[in-house]
């Protein structure tokens, strides 16, 4: 117990900082989740064969192959890509990207697709009378998305967004094999040089299983607000 | 864009794929036994065992699999006595310590898949099952368990596809899966994005099988309403 106090002589505060970095990849990923999501979700609406393709082979994909795959991509080939779009521009020379911004964009390309289907679903489960009666009601387009379809489509989404959400802060875990130091990668440093592994992965368990906890309470808080009126 | 590359990659991906199957299959069977039996706990009227079965889900649901893995795969090496039982012929191989943690993961999952399945079976089956004066058991096996079974498919097959991807985190514990000599390959050759063109198509690939195949039994064992 005495590796688990904070200071000197103890693994707490690095663990403690390990899980703060942990909440803000998983939140920045979720935030560039929602981002593709708001890309893909007009996309896979849409009546346009083409732009449904696209977005079907983004959804099916990612959903399809594992995340650790999809990490290796961006780990290995993310400064590539960044040096080739440099290059363009008429900068020569290596440029490293930060772990944080890799582990954030794969974990938050991953949460995309998730994302857009969940949004996909509520979009579609909006009864087609409420459009219908937006129309009729002389609505403007953009009025009657964001003041009557948007509302609707949040208070179906809240619940899946959550799992989302659960997915999104366990898949963070895999950014340790980046380097980054969030719970997973502590714990390992940690554990490699107590030589007490089985304590310090128990611990990372339970860090994790406080995030999901406290982070249900507030969403299933958030769901309630929505539920409002049903 | 290596064309050569993906070409000579090939064999040695599809080499890999099959200890993915390996690890997809076994983890599979022994999480649908763990499964079934926490459903049947969780449902039962025993409150211990209820709690008890609650607490596993919530434990293996609520936290990463990587986590679990490690904890099987470099913790339990540290508790002497399990080093001088029986369990360390399985312990101290990274095979067995992978199929462990992954049973015990879709464990969790499938027993809420079956639960929230029992939950919702319609209590008239099991009412007429008792008026004709079928024996618990029965009751159990031959309706209870079929309609769970139909009813929990779509999910399950969501459950098969996330242990497929789940199995690439085998790589970590030096087993060379389909991930792990992907992930080799693209270390050496600095070419991500050929070798995930060609390992993600073998798990897209294994996807389509899985979905295929449970669409399939979902037919057969459709009932007319």
């Known amino acids: 117990m005495e590796l688990l106090v904070f200071g000197k002589n103890g693994w707490g505060d690095e663990l403690f900082f390990a899980t703060l970095m942990t909440l803000a990849v998983a939140i920045t990923a979720m935030l560039i989740g929602f981002l593709f999501a708001l890309i893909f979700t007009p996309l896979k609406i849409s009546k346009n064969k083409i732009l449904n393709f696209i977005a079907n082979f983004y959804t099916t994909v990612i959903r399809g192959v594992p995340e650790l795959l999809v990490i290796y991509l961006f780990f290995f080939g993310g400064s590539t890509a960044v040096m080739f779009v440099a290059k363009i521009f008429g900068y020569e020379g290596y440029i490293e990207i930060n772990a944080f911004i890799i582990g954030a964009f794969s974990i938050g390309i991953i949460s995309g697709a998730y994302s857009t289907e969940v949004f996909r679903g509520a979009y579609q489960s909006i009864k087609r009378g409420q459009f219908e009666a937006s129309k009729v009601l002389g609505l403007k387009e953009n009025l009657s998305f964001f003041k009557v379809i948007l509302p609707q489509m949040l208070r179906l989404a809240i619940p899946n967004i959550a799992n989302v959400w659960q997915i999104t802060l366990k898949d963070t875990a895999l950014i340790s094999v980046t380097g980054l130091v969030e719970i997973m990668r502590q714990s390992h440093i940690a554990a490699g040089s107590t030589r007490d592994p089985l304590l310090f992965y128990s611990f990372a368990a339970v860090l994790y299983l406080i995030l999901t906890f406290f982070s249900m309470k507030i969403l299933n808080k958030l769901e309630a607000h929505y539920q409002r009126g049903y | ?225």
């Open chain 2, 1 to 225: 864009m290596d064309f050569d590359l993906m070409i000579s990659s090939f064999p040695k991906l599809l080499n890999a794929t099959l200890i993915t199957l390996k690890l997809v299959s076994l983890s599979l069977v022994f999480g649908i036994f763990l499964g079934t039996f926490f459903a049947i706990l969780r449902t039962g009227k025993n409150k211990f065992l209820k709690n008890f079965s609650y607490y596993y889900s919530y434990v293996f649901r609520g936290t990463p699999m990587l986590v679990q893995l490690f904890i099987i795969y470099f913790g339990l090496a540290q508790i002497e006595y399990l080093r001088s039982s029986f369990l360390w012929v399985l312990l101290k191989e990274p095979y067995w310590c992978a199929i462990i943690a992954f049973a015990l993961n879709t464990g969790a999952y499938t027993s809420e898949i079956l639960r929230s399945a029992f939950e919702t079976i319609d209590k008239g089956y099991i009412e007429a099952g008792q008026s004709l004066g079928i024996p618990k058991n029965k009751i159990f096996y031959k309706i209870k368990l079929p309609i769970a079974i139909r009813q929990s498919l779509p999910a399950y097959s969501n459950e098969m596809i996330l242990m497929l991807k789940g199995t690439s985190l085998a790589s970590t514990v030096t087993l060379m899966d389909l991930t792990g000599v992907a992930k080799f390959i693209i270390s050496t050759t600095f070419k991500p994005i050929e070798i995930f063109i060609v390992a993600g198509s073998i798990y897209l690939f294994i996807t389509f099988l899985i979905h295929t195949f449970i669409k399939i039994i979902e037919k057969k064992l459709e009932y007319p309403r």
